[in-house]
């Protein structure tokens, strides 16, 4: 017999972590309008990330409406604390600073509208933590930049490292010398889509 708890996708339901207003009502909007957002367990988990490894500059590839960057923002612990976050949607852009607006994060968040692997190539300045969530396929193109742009022991996630067009981003990674990584497949209530993976990364 198991010792794991009977129907654990059910059990583990009831600890889906507390969210404010704000970040419920994006969870609505993004159910029915189907945009694919972190949900409360990731968010929570980039926010801890965040916090423990005291990240004061961050930088996020995928804003959508701004769900997972208020969760990561919310982890400056100072006013220094700056995020770069980079959409090509630039209605999705202009309703993620928005709900900036309302999360009383304006000051500390820039909005880059564009493509991701164009604008990395432009930057120079150096990050904490690269949180990793525009479509898949781009995932290993855009993978020197992050490594160019984290400092030496920063963190990198990457979300919805279960889709198949991850896998080469996953091959890309786990195969480095520049990188020391672990894959997670996890059941995530409320993630967009539920069962996927996580990868994080420390640059060496
Ligand atoms: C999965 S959603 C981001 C969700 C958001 N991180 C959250 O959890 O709240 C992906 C976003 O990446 C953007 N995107 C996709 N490919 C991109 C690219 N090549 N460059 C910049 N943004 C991209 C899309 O417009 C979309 O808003």
Known sequence: MSDVVDNPEGYFRQ???KRDQLLVELEEEARREEIPIVGPIVGELLHILARVTQAERILELGTATGYSTIFLARAFTSTRGRLVTIDND??????AATNFQRAGLYQQIDIIVGDAQEKLAEMDESFDFIFLD???????AVLSHCRRLLKQGGLLV???VGFK????F??????SSEWRSVNLFAYL??????KDGLCLALRR
Not at 170 to 175: A, E, F, K, M, P
């Open 134 to 140: 525009i479509e898949k396929e781009y995932y290993a």
């Open 15 to 17: 600890f889906i972590p």
């Open 189 to 194: 209530p409320l993630h967009s889509p539920e």
């Open 158 to 160: 990457a979300d919805n």
């Open 165 to 168: 067009d991850a896998d080469p």
């Open 90 to 95: 630039p209605d999705m852009a202009a309703r």
């Open 170 to 175: 996953n091959r890309l990674i786990s195969g």
